[in-house]
Every structure is written in structure tokens, then in C-alpha cells.
């Protein structure tokens, strides 16, 4: 969407296992997010990074994992310490003028 | 935390008629987005207003914003049934948040053909 792409679209997980979820932008933005969205509800923010190398922890931080070692890419753990990961992830990237650009999700289900 | 607040949670309209969405929020900001998210799809932006403006127009979308009150509202004019969507604010506290946008909880709008 945009310039910036999550896979997979729908993904799976088993009790005590940890998944990654992918997120990739072609815009050239320094700042990237990812955010967490359930049932009926708005977005909750999980991590995010405004430069490459660094990241901070947003409001809900905990039993997740990212890493920001190129520009384009900000991947998202969700590790087994994430005792309710059913969810939908949105990653979005900004270049501040505009608002922000978001991917297409992911569905993420424990099975 | 969520910072922003939508009003009413859901709205459902007849096709022409106008809609108005409510947001209120707690701490001064730098500016406030509005988005709209399609059933299982990402969010759009669809316009930011700053701190210093007061009312913004795109298309058939109107924002106004009153810092005093903490509150904006977004209206849909002459809706088709094409803009059923949740429409969810967003603010931007700007350096004390981290530069970084808290949403609503999101206004379900059923637009009825």
C-alpha cells in the first residue's frame, strides 16, 4: 500500500512460539511504527524507530521484539512472553509532512 | 493511553446526508490527523490540521479544530455509501510524545444506500 508492504497478510502461531512479522518501505522515511489493533478498538502503539540502529518502546511494548538495521526494514517479534498476540499488526512509516503511511496488516491468530 | 476520544461510536446515515465525527483529546498538540480504515485494511490518512489552524477543507471532508476545548471534528458532506468506514483521529504531541501519533478509538460509519 503506498510504498510500504507487510507480509504475511495472515499468519499463525502455536502456544510458546515466536513469529515475525515483516514490514518493508520504498518512501525513503526515516520514521517507522508498528502498531497493534483488536476487535472494534483504535491502534496501540508497540515500537517505533525514527532513525536506523535506534528504536524506543511505545505503550505496549512488552513480549515484543523489533530491530531496525536497514532503512527500508522494521521487523516485529512477537515472542512467547506475548501471553494475547491475536491481534492485527499495522506498520506505518511517515516522512513528518503528511501523516503517516500504513501497510495492509497482518492477522495474526494463535492456533 | 489514548489520547484521542471519538464521538458518537457509531453513526449510520442515508446516502446525501451529511456526517459529523467528534474527537477530543487531553494534552496540547502540534497537530491532529484524521484517518479512515476499510474493514481488514490499513488506515488512510485523510487530513492533518495544525495547532495554529482552525478549519481545513479536502474534497468533501472539513476539519475544524479548537485548541481551547481540546477538540476537532471531521464532516463528510453529501456521503455515498462508498465512505462506510471506521474514521479514527490522531494526534501529534510533537517532541514531548517522541513525535509519534496516539489514536482513537474510531467512529463506525454506515453510510445506507
Known amino acids: 500500500d503506498g510504498g510500504i508492504t507487510q507480509s504475511p497478510k495472515y499468519l499463525f502461531r502455536k502456544e510458546g512460539q515466536n513469529v515475525t512479522l515483516s514490514c518493508e518501505q520504498n518512501?525513503?522515511?526515516?520514521?517507522m511504527y508498528w502498531y497493534r489493533q483488536d476487535p472494534g478498538q483504535g491502534l496501540r502503539l508497540i515500537y517505533y524507530?525514527?532513525?536506523?540502529?535506534?528504536?524506543q518502546k511505545g505503550d505496549i511494548a512488552e513480549g515484543y521484539s523489533v530491530s531496525r538495521e536497514k532503512k527500508e526494514s522494521f521487523p516485529l517479534t512477537v515472542t512467547s512472553a506475548q501471553k494475547n498476540p491475536t491481534a492485527f499488526y499495522l506498520c506505518?512509516?511517515?516522512?513528518?509532512?503528511?501523516?503517516?503511511?500504513f501497510g495492509s496488516g497482518t492477522r495474526l491468530t494463535v492456533v | 493511553s489514548q489520547q484521542g476520544e471519538e464521538d458518537p461510536q457509531a453513526l449510520s446515515i442515508q446516502e446525501g446526508e451529511n456526517a459529523t465525527m467528534n474527537c477530543s483529546y487531553k494534552?496540547?498538540?502540534?497537530?491532529l490527523q484524521w484517518y479512515r480504515q476499510n474493514s481488514g485494511r490499513g488506515l488512510v490518512h485523510l487530513i492533518l490540521i495544525r495547532s495554529n489552524e482552525r478549519e481545513k477543507h479536502s474534497g468533501r471532508l472539513r476539519v475544524t479544530l479548537d485548541t481551547s476545548k481540546k477538540s476537532s471534528s471531521l464532516l463528510i458532506t453529501a456521503s455515498r455509501a462508498a465512505d462506510t468506514a471506521s474514521y479514527f483521529c490522531a494526534t501529534d504531541a510533537g517532541e514531548t510524545s517522541g513525535s509519534r501519533l496516539t489514536f482513537g478509538e474510531g467512529t463506525q460509519l454506515t453510510v445506507n444506500p
Open positions: 518512501l525513503n522515511h526515516d520514521a
Open positions: 506505518a512509516t511517515t516522512g513528518w509532512t503528511y501523516g503517516y503511511t
Open positions: 494534552t496540547s498538540i502540534n497537530n
Open positions: 524507530s525514527q532513525i536506523v540502529n535506534d528504536f
